[in-house]
C-alpha cells in the first residue's frame, strides 16, 4: 500500500486548496477513502470520507460546508477541495482507506498545509 499526499502550501485566510492522493498497492475502487490532518502538537484527527464510487461522503464537522472529498478511481486518486480555509486548518494533511476513520495502518508522508498571512 502506497498513498502520496500533494497539493499543500501556504494561502491566506479565506483561500483554497486541492489536495490530491495518488493510492496505488490495493484495490483502489473497493475501498472507501478519507481524509485526516494533524496539527502541530495535536493527534490526528479525521476530517471527510468517501464511500466506495462515491455514493456518501461525511464530513467532520470542523470543515463541513467548506470541504468537499471527491474520488476518481480509473486514476486511483482521492481529491479535497479546501474553501474558505482558516488558520485553524493549518496542519499536515493525510490520506488513508476507510470511510469515517482510518483503516490503514500504513500513512503516507502527508501534506502541509499553513493557513496564514
Known amino acids: 500500500v502506497q498513498l502520496v499526499e500533494s497539493g499543500g502550501g501556504l494561502v491566506q485566510p479565506g483561500g483554497s486548496l486541492r489536495l490530491s492522493c495518488a493510492a496505488s498497492?490495493?484495490?483502489?475502487?473497493?475501498?472507501?477513502m478519507s481524509w485526516h490532518r494533524q496539527a502541530r502538537g495535536e493527534e490526528r484527527e479525521w476530517i471527510a470520507g468517501i464511500s466506495t464510487s462515491g455514493t456518501n461522503t461525511k464530513y467532520a464537522d470542523a470543515v463541513k460546508g467548506r470541504f468537499s472529498i471527491t474520488r476518481d478511481d480509473a486514476q486511483n486518486m482521492v481529491y479535497l477541495q479546501m474553501n474558505n480555509l482558516k488558520p485553524d486548518d493549518t496542519a499536515v494533511y493525510y490520506c488513508n482507506t476507510g470511510y469515517s476513520q482510518a483503516l490503514g495502518r500504513a500513512w503516507g508522508q502527508g501534506t502541509q498545509v499553513v493557513v496564514s498571512t
Open positions: 498497492g490495493f484495490t483502489f475502487s473497493v475501498f472507501a
